[in-house]
T-cell receptor
Framework: EAGVVQSPRYKIIEKKQPVAFWCNPI?????LYWYRQNLGQGPELLIR????????DSQLPKDRFSAERLKGVDSTLKIQPAELGDSAVYLC???????????FGPGTRLTVT | GQSLEQPSEVTAVEGAIVQINCTYQ??????LSWYQQHDGGAPTFLSY????GLEETGRFSSFLSRSDSYGYLLLQELQMKDSASYFC?????????FGTGTLLAVQP
């Protein structure tokens, strides 16, 4: 069974440029999460989807971040425009019936210069 | 607020036993999970405590005391491959809140 797939693995952009990350969760997992992880810290939830509905986006900086999961399967997270402070690893995770056991993708390491 | 605190670093020798503590201040937590993350890798699920007490999974055990808002991960027979960051995560309504993380260095 394939795990959570993310692309790209690495992205380097200049500030003020847009960037997008893609995630395909484990087949059958209805819940999808986007996290941001800064160096030396734990993952911080940005947004959680139940199927195609964003049920928790309280930590998403909505002035520059957006996300979608149109058909309840794969998802895209976008930043426009990027700022230097957005440099981090962006992790996607999915889960089945319980949130305590989540499956993470390899992440996208974003560097904003 | 909701926060989970862990020691930033722990060092141990191969073959030893190490305990990584997690204290939390939050309301509404229904359990405590533990994740392992190797450098540059994805967090992977290790264990979950829904109830007070000890859960054992091979060389790893996890403990939870709700009354003390405290838990720990116990790693036995340490191996070099156990060198990684370990995160506790509190289970809130349909989501996890991750702790600050503990970097475990296993020395030969």
């Amino acid at each position: 069974e394939a795990g959570v797939v993310q692309s790209p693995r690495y992205k380097i952009i200049e500030k003020k440029q847009p960037v997008a990350f893609w995630c395909n969760p484990i087949s059958g997992h209805n819940t999808l999460y986007w996290y941001r992880q800064n160096l030396g810290q734990g993952p911080e939830l940005l947004i959680r989807y139940e199927n195609e509905e964003a049920v928790d986006d309280s930590q998403l900086p909505k002035d520059r971040f957006s996300a979608e999961r149109l058909k309840g399967v794969d998802s895209t997270l976008k930043i426009q425009p990027a700022e230097l402070g957005d440099s981090a690893v962006y992790l996607c995770a999915s889960s089945g019936l319980t949130a305590y056991e989540q499956y993470f993708g390899p992440g996208t390491r974003l560097t904003v210069t | 607020g909701q926060s989970l605190e862990q020691p930033s670093e722990v060092t141990a020798v191969e073959g030893a036993i190490v305990q990584i503590n997690c204290t939390y201040q939050t309301s509404g937590f229904y359990g405590l999970s533990w994740y392992q993350q190797h450098d540059g890798g994805a967090p992977t699920f290790l264990s979950y405590n829904a109830l007070d007490g000890l859960e054992e999974t091979g060389r790893f055990s996890s403990f939870l005391s709700r009354s003390d808002s405290y838990g720990y991960l116990l790693l036995q027979e340490l191996q070099m491959k156990d060198s990684a960051s370990y995160f506790c995560a509190g289970g809130a309504t349909n989501k996890l809140i991750f702790g600050t993380g503990t970097l475990l260095a296993v020395q030969p």
